[in-house]
């Protein structure tokens, strides 16, 4: 097989896109997976996948998605990118559709699209409600393809642990470990794209993440001289299952179809929520917000439950709980739409939605931020221009990120339904940014002398070594225990500066006790509890990155909320409307005085004291922020 | 043939509807909690947790038994994810952690299927209120055991392989044309199939699945065949129909299935593999026909 080599790292939706796209251009793809591909974290989104195709009668435009999601995710995102990939998202359907995806059907046959957060057109294809497992489903069936064709070869249980640098600092490949054999290898690569997700288990238990979405493989990545952006901006999606193990998420389209939130007036009320009449029931986001009502952006929804619940004491029963409620809908509607879920919240809570409200708290969910990455802007389309080797590149030369572990689409909060597209297009748009590179190298991986390599693989095997015959005492479950709970008392939904220092102070510490652990098992086969303890290290080393950027964000945006620094809303008037008033003018002088010293992407790069935080400017060029968000 | 025995002592109320054992007390805090002792033998509400263990693939298998307090809602991976802090047997032996395979714990990612009570089962949907307060943990019979309660599924995805389980694209790029026109009724019918998340559990439950068969001549089992009935109805996939039909009409194929309906009783995810085995019955019947005739 004639061209060069290259290292995906993940087998999620990104890294199979960016694997399709390399293997297709002729070279040849190494994937590496923790696991059996397909068992990654992409498989549990539900809910859909934007694209405008306007099959609704509703005037949908790209223009207005890119708006959406702009505005969304409060101006932070580079817009160009943005721009892209909302042109792109109607081809990606209809190349997921070619692949075999079962997107469900209007009754005329066509694709059928329904209604989202921070949205008002019916925008978001699905796939009943197990998108994610679909889509993985259409490309894992094109790699194994390629796979079979001999063009891809899997890296099945093997965790890649750190990146190898020639003398110049140019990414040559990656020193992974068999997570059976514990085997510690060098894999010398023309370049490497990591796909390695996103890192809410920094919130266990109370993420909707898989336990495989620790961050580590970012983390990695940083230390070793990655930059990584706003890391600060972090998701907590509204309507997750309450739970000890986990925090099970139920899917935003139970509101975009039609699901409304609500507490009973009187939090003491101990009725079962079906015997409690319309009167004394408090439909609160549809109170505060009533042009939007229960399809606010997440961060929205997050905070109005947050405050429900903790501010004025109103959840359920004075708990953290709220009803989201489908009991009022079309069972059978329902079932067709939302079966999946369905059946996660019966499984696991034992009653039917159907039967009774569902009960739910906001948990973490997803990573605004991630490691940096270039792109080039095409000054003839305003987009990014196709093929160029700085898309999707990090900081690190011949190292590529996509998929959530990048920082690129979304800015300050995503909307729901535009993680599967980011993913998959941003795969593909590292694929060919790879293509190009690839076009552009003199010398390959296998010129570069030996030193490089095996010094890395000393390295990570001296890290094995540390763990394996350490004496120290700490237990890596327990320290992440104690990770998960620090960062959601004070890294979660509201946030302070003075809790935000003691968080640093705890993590430093955290950091240190990290160092001396204990394993409880000598195993050399399959030694689960030395791949945990390594992870837990890195996951605490991006933890306080987490906490730096979020303490220098002296204000609120998206998913960044420090009450202290917030701009309320005018009362009278909507931002829409009423923007000539004195009230509003007054609030879009603050707004935009706030936006010159704020509206600045956090780079943090990687010092042995801590994190070392700076800004850059975000690339406006597509659209002025022109409107506060305003979706009341 | 461990597999066997399990699949016959199936308990369908349990299997079948996952969520028999009525309501539950999810009121737990919401906090995130530090794991509190979870080692306890006089509480009654402790469980037994018995697990077939193995060191290493060419090792001999051998059982251990642990005790520990049980929480509202836990489920199989819940409290082995919890016997990881005090991996100490019943006998106050402290001992390696158990090792096994789990990412979503919401029953979609099938990483952990095992054999609970001798019945293959997600371990992350099974919940102990719906167990005995002894239960017996085995690996997921059919797949070689890496360690402990893992095994290796490669077999599974390379019987994927081996009935062309894809649609063949000209490339993974847009091709400007609109999606065809699927009814909605064939749509919900081919949505089932597209559940499927490669757990294996169909495959364990097999009596017809051999699990010394060193590959690609044992039965190719369920799963792959419910992926050929399913790319076979896409539109684009119809054009690889005769490729895939004659893959399953080769030694090991369509005709090694035994009909003992184990398949589709096992399946979490209720899909309806042995409806998906009568209609490939009848496209084999036709495909032999035109292979014969020509057509």
Redesign the interface.
């Known amino acids: 097989m004639t061209g060069r080599r290259v290292i995906v790292v993940g087998g999620g939706l990104g890294g199979l896109?960016a694997t399709?796209?390399i293997a297709?251009g002729g070279h040849r793809v190494l994937l590496f997976s923790l696991?059996?591909?397909?068992?990654?974290?992409s498989?549990?989104a539900q809910g859909g996948i934007n694209a405008v195709l306007d099959y609704q009668g509703q005037h949908d435009s790209v223009a207005q998605h890119i708006r959406d999601t702009l505005k969304g995710g409060s101006w932070l995102a580079n817009q160009p990118p943005v721009k892209s990939m909302c042109e792109?998202a109607?081809?990606?359907?209809?190349?997921f559709?070619?692949?075999?995806?079962?997107?469900?059907?209007?009754?005329?046959?066509?694709?059928d699209q329904r209604l989202f957060g921070g949205v008002k057109h019916k925008r978001t294809c699905f796939?009943?409600a197990?998108t994610g497992?679909?889509l993985m489903?259409g490309?894992d069936?094109?790699v194994?393809?390629l796979?079979?064709e001999g063009r891809v070869e899997k890296h099945?249980w093997w965790e890649y642990l750190g990146l190898v640098k020639d003398g110049a600092g140019v990414c040559r490949g990656v020193v992974a470990m068999d997570l059976?054999s514990l085997g510690v290898q060098a894999f010398p690569a023309d370049a490497v794209v990591l796909a390695t997700g996103g890192l809410g288990q920094l919130?266990?238990?109370?993420t909707t993440c898989?336990?495989?979405s620790t961050g580590a493989a970012a983390s990695r990545a940083y230390q070793q001289g990655a930059r990584f952006a706003n890391a600060e901006l972090f998701q907590f999606h509204p309507t997750a299952?309450?739970?000890?193990?986990?925090?099970?998420?139920m899917s935003e389209a139970a509101r975009g179809e039609g699901g409304r939130v609500w507490v009973p007036k009187d939090p003491a009320d101990r009725r079962e929520p079906n015997r409690i009449p319309e009167a004394e029931r408090w439909y609160f986001l549809e109170d505060w917000y009533p042009a939007y009502g229960n399809t606010v952006p997440r961060d929205i929804a997050s905070r109005a439950i947050w405050r429900v619940c903790r501010e004025l004491k109103q959840g359920i029963g004075g708990?953290?709980?709220v009803y989201l409620d489908l009991t009022h809908l079309d069972p059978g509607f329902v079932e067709?739409r939302l079966g999946?879920i369905l059946?996660?919240y019966?499984?696991?809570?034992?009653?039917d939605p159907l039967d009774a409200p569902m009960?739910i708290?906001p948990a973490a969910h997803y990573a605004m931020g991630g490691l940096w990455v270039d792109f080039e802007r095409d000054p003839a389309s305003g987009g990014v221009k196709p093929g160029s080797p700085r898309n999707h590149a990090t900081s690190i030369a011949g190292l590529y990120a996509c998929g959530e572990c990048d920082y690129g689409y979304h800015g300050a909060n995503r909307l729901g339904a535009n993680s599967l597209l980011s993913a998959s297009y941003s795969g593909?748009v590292a694929g060919e940014a790879v293509l190009s590179h690839l076009a552009g190298i003199e010398r390959g991986a296998d010129a570069v002398p030996a030193a490089p390599f095996d010094a890395e693989v000393a390295r990570q095997q001296a890290i094995n070594r540390e763990l394996m015959t350490g004496q120290g005492n700490e237990?890596p479950?327990?320290l992440h225990?104690?990770l998960?709970?620090l960062m959601?008392?004070r890294v979660g939904v509201v946030r302070d500066n003075a809790g935000l220092d003691r968080a640093l102070e705890e993590l430093a510490a955290l950091e240190r006790r990290a160092a001396h652990m204990a394993l409880?098992?000598?195993?050399p086969?399959?030694n689960?509890?030395l791949a945990y303890a390594r992870q837990v290290q890195d996951m605490i080393r991006l933890a306080r990155v987490m906490a730096a950027s979020a303490r220098v964000r002296d204000e609120c945006r998206g998913a960044h909320y420090k009450p202290e620094f917030d701009l309320p809303l005018p009362q009278s008037g909507r931002s829409a409307q009423d923007l000539g008033s004195p009230e509003w003018s007054q609030y879009r002088e603050r707004w935009a005085a706030n936006n010159a010293r704020w509206l600045k992407t956090t780079v943090a790069e990687y010092s042995a004291d801590g994190p070392r935080i700076d800004f850059e400017p975000v690339d406006l060029s597509v659209l002025a922020p022109d409107q506060p968000r305003d979706y009341r | 043939m461990i597999g066997i025995a399990g699949s016959q002592q199936l308990d369908l109320r349990r299997v079948g509807t996952?969520?028999a054992?009525?309501?539950?007390d999810?009121?737990?805090?919401?906090?995130?909690?530090?794991?509190t002792q979870r080692q306890d033998p006089a509480d009654n509400q402790s469980v037994e947790l018995r697990v077939r263990r193995q060191?290493?693939p060419d090792a001999a298998p051998y059982w251990q038994t642990f005790r520990l307090r049980v929480?509202p809602?836990?489920?199989v991976?819940?409290v082995l994810?919890a016997l990881?802090?005090h991996?100490i047997t019943a006998d106050g032996e402290?001992v390696?952690?158990v090792?096994f395979?789990?990412?979503?714990?919401?029953?979609?990612?099938?990483?952990c299927a095992m054999l609970i009570d001798g019945a293959p089962r997600p371990a992350c949907?099974t919940?102990l209120?719906d167990l005995g307060t002894v239960i017996r943990l085995e690996p997921l019979p059919k797949f070689p055991v890496?360690?402990d309660l893992?095994v290796d599924?490669?077999r599974l995805?390379e019987r994927?392989?081996r009935v062309?389980?894809?649609?063949?694209?000209d490339?993974?790029?847009?091709?400007?044309?609109?999606?065809?026109?699927?009814?909605?009724r064939q749509?919900?019918t081919?949505?089932l199939y597209?559940?499927c998340?490669?757990c294996g559990i169909c495959l364990a439950a097999c009596p017809q699945v051999d699990g010394q068969a060193q590959d690609n001549n044992g039965f190719i089992g369920p799963a792959a065949l419910a992926q050929v009935r399913?790319?076979n109805a896409?539109p684009?996939?119809r054009y690889d129909k005769p490729e895939r039909l004659h893959a399953i009409m080769a030694q090991g194929g369509l005709t090694d299935c035994g009909n003992a309906q184990n398949c589709v009783r096992v399946c979490p995810k209720k899909i309806p593999l042995t409806t998906a085995i009568g209609e490939l019955g009848r496209q084999t019947t036709v495909q032999a026909l035109q292979d014969l005739f020509g057509a």
């Open positions: 896109w399709l796209a297709g696991f059996e591909v397909m068992r990654s974290h498989v549990c792109a109607p081809g990606l359907i209809r190349t559709e070619r692949m075999g995806v079962t997107f469900s059907r209007t009754p005329e046959g066509l694709l796939a009943g197990s497992q679909q489903h490309v069936q094109q194994r393809r796979e079979a099945e059976r919130y266990a238990p109370q898989s336990t495989n299952m309450l739970g000890e193990d986990k925090t099970r998420l708990g953290d709980r067709s999946a059946s996660i019966r499984k696991f809570a034992g009653t009960e708290f593909r237990s479950y327990r225990e104690e998960g709970a959601t008392s409880a098992e000598a195993s086969w399959a689960q509890t | 996952g969520y054992g009525g309501t539950r999810t009121r737990a805090s919401t906090r995130a909690g530090i794991e060191d290493a929480r809602g836990d489920n991976v819940s994810r990881r802090l991996p402290p390696d952690p090792a395979e789990h990412n979503c714990m919401e029953e979609v990612c099938g990483a949907s919940l209120a890496v360690r893992m599924r490669a995805f994927l392989s062309k389980a894809w649609v063949r694209l490339g993974p790029w847009d091709t400007h044309e609109r999606a065809p026109r699927i009814a909605q749509w919900a081919d949505y597209s559940r998340m490669s399913l790319l896409h684009l996939g």
